[in-house]
């Protein structure tokens, strides 16, 4: 295959989908496998959402994904006049005609001819001048079919007859999708057009227009299976989480979720499914995309975006965390926003976390300044525990001459309380809940030792001795 060229052209609606972005990545995939290049267009054929802000939220999550182009941004609102000509030369040649017919005189006509609803042609022979309001209608066949050979879904076949005449021009001059999406995938040099399965059916459109214009050989075309939920609905942004700037806010890592969608839609052979992208790339091709729509799970993303964050050092969990951990959303003050605790705990906060916004919840206790209680935990490990007073009294009578710098000592010092307590009571003592419920406020947590280094002499006294006096 000679190098391809492909596009990946958005259109501007304030946020990235999930499977915009699943598209992206296997236009930039394609390109990156076979040596080629990658175009990025935004399709903005109404020139009132080229704003900064529309094309911020194509462009930022992108790079953030890694997704880098060739070429571009192109804004087709720029190449208003490449699609006039257009216009013109097929209204010139017979392609296309002029109708100035509303929405309401085609249903009345339909209604009066018997007709299902729909446009039947009915300005083709009627002369209409160019004026204000006037759209301009592309002449389909009425017989035979238009046939879209596609990578992914084969040879699919439309029958011309069920092509009514559509708008290439709107009645305020604009051009439509199919006209510019024609012209400049024609003067881009596409090759290749990689997109949702959803826009199959504007292909054929795509295809008669590009034929009437004298383009010559069509592109090759991939229409990538729709992306779906547990219900097997497509993903919408009514009932679903798919802004991908949502999943970077919550602190899922960039390449964790280039790996995930590559996965939809796609599987590389020897079926590993967590590998460095230079493997998805020298693996993929557009081939071996299945047709059948892509099951988009949160729960299978989570577990891969928590391998991921497994697999970080020390120092980079501490770096990729610390914008979770020092942002307004905190729930420390920010003067006490500590990196090196979050370095010494890092190997125990990856264990747990299936996205970065989560490494707080193991951590705030230790640098907030004050605890609050879980209520049912301080019940049942303090009110309840057997003989908890006795442990917290024994654990700040130990502890106050301990300085604090060996975890091992005061795991050491607390355990034995319990089993100090143990034979003098003659019935087991855990001495481990307690402690735990007046340092923290809840039952469960990373394990205990370091933390409690961490959090220091003075607090951890404190924190024992307001549990007491709360008793």
Not at 173 to 200: K, Q, W, Y
Not at 209 to 234: E, N
Not at 272 to 301: C, S
Request: hydrophobic share 40%; glycine share 8%; with cysteine.
């Amino acid at each position: 295959m000679s190098s391809p060229r492909v596009r990946f052209a958005p259109a501007p609606t304030g946020f990235l989908h999930v499977g915009s972005a699943r598209t992206a990545l296997f236009n930039w995939l394609f390109a990156r496998h076979h040596g080629g290049e990658m175009v990025l267009r935004v399709e903005d054929t109404d020139a009132a959402l080229k704003t900064q802000e529309y094309v911020d939220a194509i462009i930022e999550p992108l790079q953030w994904l890694g997704l880098d182009w060739d070429s571009g941004p192109h804004f087709q609102s720029e190449r208003r006049d490449l699609h006039s000509d257009a216009i013109e030369q097929l209204v010139a040649d017979g392609s296309a005609y002029y109708c100035d017919l509303t929405r309401a005189e085609i249903e009345e006509r339909c209604a009066e001819a018997g007709l299902p609803a729909g446009y039947h042609g009915w300005s083709r022979e009627r002369n209409v001048k160019d004026g204000p309001g006037v759209v301009v209608r592309f002449r389909c066949p009425d017989d035979g079919a238009t046939v879209v050979d596609d990578i992914v879904r084969g040879r699919v076949s439309f029958p011309n007859e069920s092509l009514e005449d559509f708008v290439i021009r709107r009645g305020d001059g604009s051009p439509t999708f199919h006209l510019a999406n024609a012209v400049d995938d024609h003067d881009m040099g596409i090759t290749h057009v990689v997109r949702g399965e959803d826009l199959l059916n504007t292909t054929p459109r795509v295809q008669l227009i590009w034929q009437a214009l004298g383009f010559g050989t069509l592109p090759h075309y991939a229409h990538l299976p729709l992306l779906v939920s547990a219900k097997r609905q497509k993903l919408s942004k009514r009932r679903d989480d798919v802004a991908l700037d949502n999943y970077r806010r919550r602190g899922y890592l960039p390449e964790a979720m280039v790996n995930y969608l590559a996965l939809l839609g796609w599987g590389p052979p020897d079926e590993v499914e967590i590998r460095p992208l230079e493997e998805i790339v020298a693996l993929f091709d557009l081939d071996a995309v299945k047709p059948a729509p892509a099951f988009f799970d949160p729960a299978r993303l989570d577990h891969m975006n928590s391998v991921y964050i497994k697999a970080l050092s020390t120092d980079q969990f501490a770096e990729r965390a610390e914008p979770f951990l020092t942002g307004a959303d905190a729930p420390w003050p920010p003067e006490q926003y500590d990196r090196g605790i979050v370095r010494a705990l890092a190997g125990e906060i990856q264990q747990r976390i299936a996205h970065l916004d989560e490494a707080a919840g193991w951590i705030d206790w230790i640098l907030c300044p004050d605890v609050s209680y879980d209520e049912k935990a301080w019940h049942k490990s303090i009110v309840k525990g057997r003989a908890a007073a006795e442990v917290l009294e024994a654990v700040v009578s130990q502890l106050a001459d301990d300085d604090f710098s060996s975890a091992e000592r005061l795991e050491a010092i607390i355990m034995g309380v319990g089993d100090e307590l143990t034979a003098s009571i003659g019935q087991r003592v855990r001495s481990q809940p307690p402690v735990r419920v007046a340092l923290t406020g809840t039952a469960a947590g990373l394990p205990l030792w370091e933390p409690m280094r961490l959090l220091g002499k003075d607090q951890t006294l404190s924190r024992l001795r307001k549990a007491m006096s709360r008793l």
